[in-house]
């Protein structure tokens, strides 16, 4: 019986046509905090075999790729590198972390309404400069949006074109609640 990250590695293979070569490339677009956990995330996992790291600051994405290599000598073999919107070309799967984060965008205060919402417009504008970019590199890619809000954005990301779109809104939502039921 095959393990649910082969099962999950597999769709994303035979999504694209990679299913023969077995390399599985996917790219994050953002080398901040969540950028760099998604990074990390993936290799732990074992799901790529091939990771590119995409960002505006070329030295930031050089440095990420660098601690994290060191670390993904004891994982399985993939390849991480610090890249530019071009290296994308032939991504199963594309994670766009990049965006305004909670604190410079003011959305800090639980109790607001708003919320991340007071994200949005900022965040809107940081993805009309990278999604065409994208779009240019990896059409067919599956994208993933963790940026916050990401349902809104998700929705912004299908008018460039993409056709095959996830967010991971309510999943981070259901994480948070999980983790204020149990109280840690």
């Known amino acids: 019986m095959r393990s649910s990250g082969s ?7 035979r999504s694209n046509g990679l299913e023969r070569t077995g ?3 996917i790219g994050v677009i953002g080398a ?3 950028g760099s956990a998604c990074l990390l995330s ?3 996992r074992g799901i790529a075999r091939e990771m590119v790291v995409v ?3 070329r030295k930031r994405a050089k440095a990420v790729v660098t601690d994290v290599q060191f670390g993904a000598a004891l994982s399985s073999v993939v390849q991480i590198r610090d890249r530019d919107y071009s290296d994308l070309s032939g991504a199963a799967l594309v994670m766009i972390t990049v965006g305004m984060n909670e604190k410079a965008g003011g959305a800090t205060n639980r109790n607001d309404p708003a919320g991340r919402l007071k994200l949005l417009e900022s965040n809107v504008d940081i993805y009309r400069q990278i999604l065409p970019e994208i779009y240019r590199a990896a059409p067919e890619a599956v994208m993933l949006v963790v940026t916050d ?17 996830l ?6 939502d259901s994480l948070r609640f999980r983790f204020t039921c149990l109280g840690t």
């Open 167 to 172: 967010s991971t809104g309510t999943f981070l």
């Open 42 to 44: 993936s290799i732990l």
């Open 149 to 165: 809000p990401p349902d809104p954005l998700a929705d912004l990301v299908r008018t460039f074109g993409f056709t095959r779109v």
């Open 7 to 13: 099962l999950r590695r597999n769709n994303l293979s």
């Open 55 to 57: 960002n505006r600051d």
């Open 32 to 34: 901040g905090a969540v």
């Open 23 to 25: 390399h599985l490339k």
